[in-house]
């Protein structure tokens, strides 16, 4: 991966990735069908809030359950000034709740 690319990988396909939310970064590119890989391009990680700037929504398909897991990658390529690159990386697992 080149520097200072954010790539985000979804492992689930009852979920559909809607626009993103005005306060987030710039969407580089989406991949595959559906879209389940997001990139992003920052080039200034220290002028980045991680809580808006990554700002996405999907919208689960009705067909889901309550014991259907949703998993979701991220991975930092930060370059050679990163001091710490044991945190560019994280994978989170979670069950799908379903609303009424």
Not at 45 to 65: H, K, L, M, Q, V
């Amino acid at each position: 991966m080149p520097p200072n690319l954010i790539m985000l990988d979804i492992s689930y396909t009852k979920i559909a990735c809607l626009p993103p939310l005005p306060q987030s970064l710039k969407i580089l590119n989406f991949r595959g069908n559906p879209w389940d890989t997001i990139e992003w391009n920052n080039i200034n990680f220290g002028n980045t809030d991680p809580y808006t700037a990554f700002a996405i929504r999907y919208e689960t398909d009705t067909s889901a359950t309550d014991s259907d897991i949703v998993c979701v990658k991220v991975i930092v390529s930060a370059g050679s000034s990163d001091m710490d690159t044991s945190n560019n990386h994280l994978d989170h697992c979670f069950n799908v709740a379903k609303t009424m």
